[in-house]
């Protein structure tokens, strides 16, 4: 037996996911487009996600364990942290570190 809202919610799984995937960078080539204002602007609306919004953002984007400090380290580290990731070698790219902040600003 289905709870209610069970057929919703995986809609909204099968309709999100795939599009995340697609919509994301290919290559990181892209990183081109981050100049300096760009950067710092992603690095200031890291720093402004709420902790749950930040740890939604790193589940999403599955960086190594323990690359990321845990709570109750400082928001500005952990920012930090990820987007020294994303731009390393087998990072996620800047490019999708902003398509998940613009989802997560749609959704509220």
């Not at 919610?9 to 995937?21: A, C, G, M, R």
């Not at 919509?23 to 100049?35: V, W």
């Amino acid at each position: 037996m289905d709870f209610p809202g069970t057929e919703r919610t995986e809609e909204i799984w099968i309709d999100t996911i795939p599009s995340l995937k697609v919509s994301a960078p290919a290559s990181r080539k892209d990183e081109d487009t981050f100049d300096a204002t760009a950067r710092l602007l992603l690095n200031k609306h890291l720093n402004r996600l709420t902790p749950e919004h930040f740890n939604m953002l790193v589940f999403a984007l599955k960086p190594p364990p323990g690359l990321i400090a845990p709570m109750p380290a400082s928001q500005a580290l952990r920012s930090d942290q990820l987007l020294l990731w994303a731009e390393a070698d087998g990072g996620c790219g800047l490019g999708a570190i902003k398509l998940l902040l613009d989802r997560l600003r749609q959704d509220d």
